[in-house]
């Protein structure tokens, strides 16, 4: 197994996790962008966005929803956060393995990249 966010889910590679099911894992980012800063990704090994089909709209639905459950629980749901997921080298992913980056606790910059 290769996949860094793979031997995290196997606990493999320590973590600051926060949740955990058998669908998604979240942890917080090695390198945060903001005072709250988790990772949300699914358990199953999907690469990015472009390996997504119909079979998993319900997923991606419940990939969000569980964000906005993380916000209320890190206190951030009232003064906003962001979600962002990078897609391929010149979105800025670097991990390939699908993650949905939740970040808030500080007023983020419009600047996207
Ligand atoms: P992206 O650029 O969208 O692929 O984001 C990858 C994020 O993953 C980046 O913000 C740093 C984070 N990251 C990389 N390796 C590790 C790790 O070993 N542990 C944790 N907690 N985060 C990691």
């Known amino acids: 197994m290769e996949c860094i966010f793979c031997k995290i889910i196997a606990g493999e590679i320590p973590s600051d996790t926060i949740y955990k099911d058998e669908e998604f894992i979240a942890f917080r980012d090695i390198q945060p962008q903001a005072p709250v800063h988790v990772l949300i990704v699914p358990v199953n090994h999907i690469v990015s966005v472009n390996d997504l089909g119909e079979k998993d709209a319900s997923m991606i639905g419940r990939l969000i929803l569980l964000a906005k459950r993380i916000a209320e629980q890190e206190h951030i749901a ?9 897609c391929g080298s010149e979105g800025g992913q670097v991990v390939p393995h699908l993650h949905l980056h939740l970040m808030g606790g500080i007023r983020l910059n419009d600047r996207m990249g």
């Open 78 to 86: 009232e003064s906003g956060y962001r979600l962002v997921i990078n």
